[in-house]
């Protein structure tokens, strides 16, 4: 049997024994991803397949359906194990030869993003088997491309061995605790593994790849799709000066990306021992996709540059673990939790822990305080100075923290704000525990992350109107009472590859630093400027507020689609083109049909750029949707079209009604509300206050000009998160009561909410005294008032918030 080891590959062909080399050129369109069935396979010709084409069945005939395939998938499993095995032993040639490399090249246009991790590579060879089969089951069946999911979607028993989603975690400790698990798994408990991370992207849609699972790269009107890169370098031209977002900050861009890599990291294929697949120097088939540089191409073709590298992303088994089409893998938790700074996986967390005081891990420069930790190895392949040997790259919960210094900074801008909370939370509470500490500042972390996105970021991407429609505007008071359970929070396909990467065409040509501008071509993966000692952190995110995004339109700046991760001229990546191809990896259907499904009617673009966006394609139904949405008119009151902003405000719908521990919720895992209410008072600009040496800021950090709707705000005396909301025991007394028939009377609460532990006050909350000139004779007759106001008194409950007895033990 198949050993679950290394990352392999079932669709390349057989290598030469002599040669060793590919005994065919394989064409990435037309290539049978599976090789034909065993002979030695039962035969099928004697079962009437004609019910795979019916759409109603009896239970009798989805019984019979089922037989014939576990029938088929039984027959075919040999071959598709062997296929898989004969790839990998490919892939091992590719990598003697010295053509995949562990380690990045020159050429390599993806930086982090093509770090795939171990738990990715383990869930691979099951998405192939998967994949494989059901490839095998619709040719014999003769099934429709669009009715695969439809027909093929059984849990089959015979394939449950091979699922990566068949063992469900124990979530009896998860159901009453008030923190997430690190890998956001029995965060729904009827659905333990919804919005984990290493799970599935759902769709919005049924993919439509080209023969089962390849690439959709055919048109309507038959014949190739347009290039990718021709499309990139005829549509989305270069951004000018003339074409700043009127409002936006360049922070708008950054909290974007930062914001997305929480939620969503997608897994590429590897070679063998992980290595990068070099599909530019090989001609072989699946997961070779690479992207064609036409003759005579605007930038490129000066360098002879024909081919740049691009592999597909991993395949991988459905969450369902049924059959059906080919699906990729999200390698970070979907929520909305901080996932990028703490890790998506307890081996990642935990690395990033100091294990005192609840902290995470600073790094030890000699010059400068407080930054990240330092990724001495220099595992993130960045591009380090030789003469500075100080300077290193981070480690963060997401290995893409160091594609460029504006994300190191909001990256080590919420590690201090975790350092900070737990540093006073600590204060107060003595006893509280290491492990108290890391939760409760956690918790509080993944509460600011989501009221900044909903009640700030997407404010200014979508608009009043979305944002109502959509009941995605957080509450001033009280709590969100819309937990659905059967809400699936897991991030959509049409998102990920298209609709949140409308920051793409937001993105600058350059990081403004102090008086100084760094194109960005010129930082990527480089951390110099968060080391210099003249601004470092705070320059970097002062200049993101004080300069503007570029509006979202077909338009990227030339870094992006001509030197993205540039380390040789000429041999940069194109970030539209790779959108685009990524989309068509993906089987993510053309542009017109989401808009349909988003009820997005009419003309929503400029006609101009509609008819600058029909030049490059035969027919409209070809366009792609990251072509055709990124250059949609923005919406009323927002920044993106109409069809891209219906996708993201469902998305984030989902993100918020599916997560049990959404920071308005009330329940088991809830803030107190007067917690809450501290949580709701917090701003982006506050946090950036609180944890830079920045003196004054827009008082909205994501909106550029400042004037009677957006004063600048002093950082001087910004209000902490009041933590006596999280102070266990008594409060302080409060004022006594005005003096009346010789009696008052004073106040305290006990603050025994979550995570406090109960029976936290000994003594009473109130205290009663004589007051006033009374003569002797009165005392008795004071006394039994007294006594019988204490008696009232004690009646009240002593308590402030939600009583937990429980969450002090975890
Ligand atoms: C300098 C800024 C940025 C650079 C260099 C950059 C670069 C990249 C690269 C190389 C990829 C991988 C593409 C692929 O292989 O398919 C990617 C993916 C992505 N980017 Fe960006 N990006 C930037 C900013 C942003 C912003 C501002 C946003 C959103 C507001 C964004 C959203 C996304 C999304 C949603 C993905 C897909 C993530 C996944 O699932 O793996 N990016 N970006
Ligand atoms: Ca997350």
């Known amino acids: 049997r198949l050993q679950f080891e290394k990352d392999i590959d079932p669709i390349t062909e057989p290598l030469d024994p002599i040669t060793n080399q590919p005994t065919a050129p394989s064409d990435p369109i037309t290539k049978q991803s599976i090789q034909p069935l065993d002979t030695t396979a039962q035969p099928i010709d004697n079962i009437d397949i004609t019910i795979f084409q019916k759409v109603e069945v009896t239970p009798e005939e989805q019984a019979m359906k089922d037989a014939i395939l576990e029938r088929i998938v039984s027959a075919s499993l040999s ?35 093509l770090l795939t991790s171990p738990q990715a590579l383990k869930i691979a060879p099951s998405g192939k088997i998967f994949t494989g089969v059901s490839k095998v089951a619709a040719e014999r069946l003769n099934i429709s491309k669009e009715s695969i999911e439809q027909q093929l979607s059984r849990p089959l028993p015979i394939l449950q061995p091979f699922c990566a989603f068949s063992i469900l975690p124990d979530c009896t400790q998860a159901v009453n605790s008030r923190y997430r698990t690190i890998d956001g798994s029995c965060n729904n408990l009827n659905n333990k593994l919804w919005g984990r991370s290493f799970t599935p992207f759902e769709r919005m849609m049924p993919a439509l790849y080209d023969s089962f699972d390849q690439p959709r790269q055919t048109s309507l009107f038959q014949g190739p799709l347009p290039l990718a890169r021709t499309i990139s370098s005829q549509f989305h031209l270069q951004s000018v000066l003339g074409n700043l977002m009127p409002d936006l900050s360049h922070m708008a861009m950054e909290f974007g990306q930062f914001l997305s890599h929480d939620i969503q ?38 360098f002879n540059r024909t081919c740049m590298n691009f592999v597909r992303a991993l395949p991988t088994s459905k969450l369902d673990c049924s059959m059906g089409q080919r699906q990729q893998l999200n390698q970070n938790t979907h929520y909305i939790d901080g996932s990028h700074i703490y890790g998506s ?54 290995i893409r923290v160091n594609q460029q210094p504006a994300l190191i900074s909001l990256h080590t801008i919420f590690m201090r704000e975790h350092n900070r909370i737990a540093a006073g939370l600590a204060a107060l509470n003595n006893g509280w525990s290491d492990q108290i500490l890391y939760d409760e500042a956690r918790k509080i972390v993944g509460a600011i992350l989501q009221h900044i996105t909903y009640k700030e970021f997407l404010q200014v991407i979508l608009g009043n109107s979305i944002m109502t429609s959509y009941g995605l505007t957080p509450f001033t008071s009280g709590y969100f009472n819309g937990y659905d359970s059967s809400t699936n929070p897991a991030i959509k396909n049409e998102f990920s590859t298209a609709a949140f990467r409308f920051g793409h065409s937001m ?43 570029q509006k979202v339109d077909e338009r990227l700046s030339h870094q992006l689609t001509r030197h993205l991760f540039e380390q040789q001229p000429g041999f940069g990546g194109d970030l539209a083109a790779i ?24 003309t929503v673009h400029n006609p101009t750029v509609w008819n600058a966006l029909n030049a490059v394609y035969q027919t409209q139904f070809d366009i792609d949707l990251f072509s055709g949405g990124v250059s949609e008119n923005p919406v009323v009151g927002g920044n993106v079209g109409p069809t891209f902003a219906c996708i993201i405000a ?52 994501f909106l550029k000009n400042t004037g009677p709707s957006n004063l600048m705000m002093s950082c001087n005396g910004v209000s902490e998160i009041d933590y006596n909301q999280w102070k266990c025991g008594w409060s302080n007394w409060g004022p006594w009561t005005i003096c009346e028939n010789f009696i008052q009377f004073r106040l305290r609460t006990c603050r025994q909410q979550k995570p406090c532990g109960a029976n936290v006050c000994i003594g009473n909350a109130f205290q009663v005294q004589m007051c006033g000139s009374y003569s002797d004779a009165d005392i008795s007759l004071i006394e039994i008032r007294i006594q019988n106001l204490e008696l009232d008194l004690a009646k009240q409950p002593k308590d402030s918030g939600v009583v937990d007895n429980k969450s002090s033990s975890e």
Do not use: W
Request: with cysteine; proline share 5%.
């Open 507 to 549: 993105v600058h040509d350059s990081l403004k630093y102090g008086s100084t501008s760094h194109l960005f071509k010129d930082v990527f993966l480089k951390p110099d400027l968060v080391y210099d000692t003249a601004g470092g952190i705070d320059s970097i995110t002062k200049d993101l507020t004080d300069s503007f995004s």
């Open 579 to 602: 959108n685009i191809q990524r989309g068509r990896d993906h089987g993510i259907p053309f542009y017109l049909l989401l808009k349909t499904i988003c009820n997005v009617g009419g």
């Open 345 to 398: 996986d307890d081996q990642t967390s935990n690395s990033l822990r100091t294990f005192t005081g609840g902290k995470l891990q600073t790094g030890a420069d000699p010059n400068i305080p407080n930054l990240l930790p330092k990724d001495m190895n220099n595992n993130a392949n960045c591009i380090l100075p030789q003469a500075n040997s100080n300077v290193k790259c981070f480690l963060a919960g997401d």
């Open 650 to 701: 469902k998305q984030f719908q989902a993100l918020k009604k599916g997560d049990r521990y959404y920071y308005e919720n009330s329940g088991n895992q809830a803030f107190a509300l007067a917690q809450l209410d501290e949580i709701r008072k917090t701003t982006l600009s506050k946090v950036i206050c609180r944890n830079t040496g920045i003196t004054s800021i827009p008082t909205n950090a």
């Open 265 to 302: 990291r997608n897994a590429l294929s590897t070679g063998y021992a992980g290595s990068n697949i070099n599909c530019c120097q090989t001609n072989r088939g699946d997961p070779c996709f690479p992207i064609e540089i036409p003759i005579g191409d605007p930038y490129y073709s000066q």
């Open 79 to 113: 071959t598709v194990e062997r296929n898989i095995q004969e790839a990998d032993a490919e892939n091992k040639a590719f990598f003697d030869q010295g053509i995949d490399k562990v380690g990045v090249r020159s050429t390599d246009a993806f930086g982090p993003h």
